[in-house]
């Protein structure tokens, strides 16, 4: 019902800065609470950010408080993931999704809709 597309990633210097985007098509009229996963090679894909419908609530993984915003335009269908200081930890493919549920949908079993991913690679 929900088609997702992420844009935006791409090779970035340490301490730089990159925004993806996640364009929705379908149903867009549903109130989906909208996220971000990120998995690195070897590793399993987790949590880094989500937001309400609303916008009104913004939840963040630890590790990248205070230098990742997420962020939403629903006029547009579109959510955006702002990422600062960039660390090459922070090397992964990076996915949006959707979960039609309030709250904060933390697991990847609560979100109905995946987008294809988007690479980003932090060099240093």
């Known amino acids: 019902q929900v088609q997702l597309v992420e844009s935006g990633g791409g090779l970035v210097q340490a301490g730089g800065s990159l925004r993806l985007s996640c364009a929705a098509s379908?149903?867009?009229?549903?109130?989906?609470?909208m996220g971000w996963f990120r998995q690195a090679p070897g590793k399993d894909r987790e949590f880094v950010a989500a937001?309400?419908?609303?916008?009104?609530?913004?939840y963040y993984a630890d590790s990248v408080k205070g230098r990742f915003t997420i962020s939403r335009d629903n006029a547009k269908s579109t959510v955006y993931l702002q990422m600062n200081s960039l660390k090459a930890e922070d090397t992964a493919v990076y996915y949006c999704?959707?979960?039609?549920?309030?709250?904060?949908?933390?697991?990847?079993?609560?979100?109905?809709?995946w987008g294809q991913g988007t690479q980003v690679t932090v060099s240093s």
């Open positions: 999704a959707a979960a039609a549920k309030p709250g904060w949908p933390r697991s990847l079993s609560e979100y109905d809709y």
């Open positions: 379908g149903r867009t009229s549903s109130r989906y609470t």
């Open positions: 937001i309400s419908w609303s916008g009104g609530y913004t």
